[in-house]
């Protein structure tokens, strides 16, 4: 069974900092992409960062958080991590951590704009930037 845990969401004023942490079990695929998605109020859910696990590691980021965000994955913890400098008021929203354990290879686009590829999802940590 996939369970994925986010914490470290909070309020945060513009121009700071927060790291999301994903704590993830049960995963027995050999290669998966996982990464954070986040949901603006009144909106829908969009990518952030994913990271695939193939290969190495290859990472894909939102051109809204390039250069900001850094995604990153403790194996020996299983623990996916997001650090987010520089935050800005439109940065306010849900974060989930999601996985797709099923989807061999995705484009960059799939794998940020394919929301409904990923099969596992946690529950969701709320991010709050102020002015």
């Known amino acids: 069974q996939v369970q994925l845990l986010e914490s470290g969401g909070g309020s945060v004023q513009a121009g700071g900092s927060l790291r999301l942490s994903c704590k993830f079990s049960g995963i027995t695929a050999s290669t998966y992409y996982i990464g954070w998605f986040r949901q603006p109020p009144g909106k829908e859910r969009e990518g952030v960062a994913v990271?695939?696990?193939?290969?190495?590691?290859?990472?894909y980021y939102a051109d809204s958080v390039k250069g900001r965000f850094t995604i990153s994955q403790d194996t020996n913890t299983n623990t996916l991590y997001l650090q987010m400098n520089s935050l800005k008021p439109e940065d306010t929203a849900v974060y989930y951590c999601?996985?797709?354990?099923?989807?061999?290879?995705?484009?960059?686009?799939?794998?940020?704009?394919?929301?409904?590829?990923?099969?596992?999802w946690g529950q969701g940590t709320l991010v709050t930037v102020s002015p």
């Open positions: 999601a996985a797709d354990t099923l989807t061999p290879v995705m484009t960059a686009m799939q794998a940020l704009g394919g929301v409904h590829l990923y099969n596992y």
């Open positions: 990271l695939w696990t193939a290969g190495g590691t290859t990472t």
